[in-house]
Structures are given as C-alpha cells and as structure tokens.
C-alpha cells in the first residue's frame, strides 16, 4: 500500500463528512459558539419610538431660530419614564439619554448649550438645528425584518444583537460528539504513579481540547489497554453513545500489538486508507464505521496532535458547519533547510517579526516527534512539502499557525 498525499487524504477524509441536519433549541446564554439553524428576525423595532441620544432639552427647532431663545421647561422625560404632555411653541422638556422624545418636539438641545435662567425658563447658548440628537425610531431595525442569516456562528456581536430582538432562545444545529479512546498497555492517566514501563497518556488531552475548540463535544471513553476485547467494549460504548465522530490513539499501524484497526475492522469498519505521506504522523487510520466515521491516530503525543490539526479539526468543522479556519501562512526561514523526502514534514517553529515587518519562523534543531514541549514552545509547523528542495534561510516558506 502506497503512502496517501496529505492533500488527498483531506479530501477524502471530508468528502465523506455531511454537516450535522438535527435542530436543537438553546437558551441565548447558552448559545456562545453555535450555528444558528434559521434566519433571525426581529421580533420588534429598535428603537420602539424616538429616542433623545444625549441629555439636554426636546423642543421645538422654530422656536430657538437664533442663540439666546428663551423658552419654559414644562417637565422631565428620562429612561423608562416618558413624558407624556406635549411640547408646544416656546415650551422645552428637560431630557435625559434614552428617554422618549415627547410629541411636538423635534429637536434636542445639548444641555452645555443651554443657560438656566430663573423661574424655570432656559436661554440658548448655541445653534439649534432640527433633528439633532435624536435616534429615530426603527433605526437599528424593525419588526420583522431579517438581521441574522442561518448558518453564522453564534458570538458576543450576534447574541447581542439577537437579545434586543427579543429571542429569549435560538434554534441552533447540534454539535458533532465525538468519542475519544486512548489504547496502549503501557498508559496511566495524569497524576497516577507510572509503574516499570509505564507512561502517563497525554494526546488525548490535547485532542480532547481542540475538539471543543472546533465546536464539538468530548465522549470520554477513556484508555483500554492492547487488547481487542477492551477495544471492541469501547468501539461499542461510542456506538451506543451514537456519536459522529471515534477518534483513537495508539495501535493504529499493524505491529503485534497495533490492535485497533483490526478490531475496528472486525466490529465492521470498513477502511478508507490507513498510511499517510507525512511526518510526523504516517499511521493515520480513516474509516467508516455505519454512520460514525472513524479517525485512528497515531499514539505519539506530536504526531497525533498535528494529524489533529490537518484532519480532525477540518472535520468537526465541515459536521458543525463552521467555516474552515484558515491556519495557513507565509513565513521565511530563519535557517537553512535539507531538500525532503517523499513525506510532506512539519516543522516545529517559533515565529519572529523582523525589523521590515517580515515573518521569520525558526525551526526548532531537535524535531523528535515525541517531544510535546517543543510542539507546546511552538508558534507554527514549517510545511515542507515532499522532495522539496533544499531551502536557504531568508526564502518563503508555508507554514501552519499553531494559534491563528
Ligand atoms: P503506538 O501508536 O501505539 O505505536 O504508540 C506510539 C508511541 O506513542 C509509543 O511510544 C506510545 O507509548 C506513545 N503513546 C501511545 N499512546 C499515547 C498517549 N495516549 N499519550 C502519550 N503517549 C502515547
Ligand atoms: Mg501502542
């Protein structure tokens, strides 16, 4: 079997996904992060009337044609307390930001423009012109009308906009769930003491985290040791827990204790390709499982991560309808770089700005595929595509943003 083009292998990955149909209704506070499932129309106008945008005086333009009108203040209107009287010639309401404006007025008088006289009269120290500082009603939107298309992501602008609107919740697609499984005899979950020969597992932590970076939810299905019956119990919880997506780690290739696949294959997966032309990561197994799609990873904490990154989250995103998020880059090479092999390789990177505005990724000189402290000391992984030629430091590069 041939190694699998990175590219290749993406898009077969995500030519099988379909975007998640099923509707679920969520409270707005609980909607941070979702897809919205149907446009979004307002269920009343904004602003419902008139409203002073500064604090001053409503009247009437016509009676303060020049600086130094006179006029008498008849009341108050503020915020959540109109005043329900009429303005009328050479009357003024003293008035408060937010307040409607009261009929007859027409215009507002900042109150630093007008001079308080004695029995309740006030003079113009300015110009006033009609119109001034009032939002008219209507003016963000109205009743009915469609502010939010389908499909847009759900943040801080959107929920805000969709509260004035008066959705006291939101029809929203459900999340793709997602199971993840770490396999291997030799792992212990953080914070226990390692026996001889154990290690602490960690990818799936990693794993964990950006899948719900990528609008997901965590099935944690914990770790099982090389055995199939401990993988097929799994294989079956994440089925019973009908979730979109398996992730594994570990076992992935086919040496004596690589069981996954084979298990896999045995409960009824049916496999797409299993061998990718990258480093880190070759073992990176894609099937289908019924409806759940499969993705084994490598066991390795860097190699699992970055096949985390180029396929799993473009996945979860297709399945939750979220944009793909663009992660690729030009950068140029702070040192020189050796001419590739046939796999495309990812280069654990720092990331610089020079003092001509240019990007500078620094490839770490150790690139160990076990090593998780450089992928966490990294800014990007330099892409270099297969037999690339050698590279000397200075010439554009692509790489990937590790936190675009
Ligand atoms: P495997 O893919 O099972 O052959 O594992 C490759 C390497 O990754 C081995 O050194 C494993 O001990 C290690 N490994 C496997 N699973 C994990 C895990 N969940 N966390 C950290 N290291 C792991
Ligand atoms: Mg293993």
Redesign the pocket.
Known sequence: MSLLPVPEAKARLLDRARPIERVETVPLREANGRVLAAPLTALLTQPPFDASAMDGYALRAEDAPNVGAELVVTGTAAAGHPFDGQVSRGQAVRIFTGAPVPAGADTILLQEDAELLSNGRIRTTFDVTGGRHIRPRGQDFVEGETVLPKDVLLDYSRLTVAAAMNHPALDVYRRPRVAIL???D??LPPGRTPAAGQ??????TGIAALIEDNGAEVVDLG?VG?SREAIASAVDAARAAKVDVLVT?????V?D??LVQATLKEAGMELDFWRIAMRPGK?LMVGSLGEMQVLGL????V??LVCGLLFLEPLLRKLARLPERKREALALTARDLAANDRRQDYLRATLVTDAEGNVVADAFSKQDS?MMKILAHSDALIIRPPHADALPAGSPCPILLLRP
């Not at 490598?298 to 904490?301: A, C, D, R």
């Open positions: 770490a396999t291997g030799e792992l290690i602490i597992a960690s990818n799936m770790i090389d780690s570990g076992g992935a290739s040496g204790h690589d073992p490598p066991g390795n904490p190699a699992s076990s």
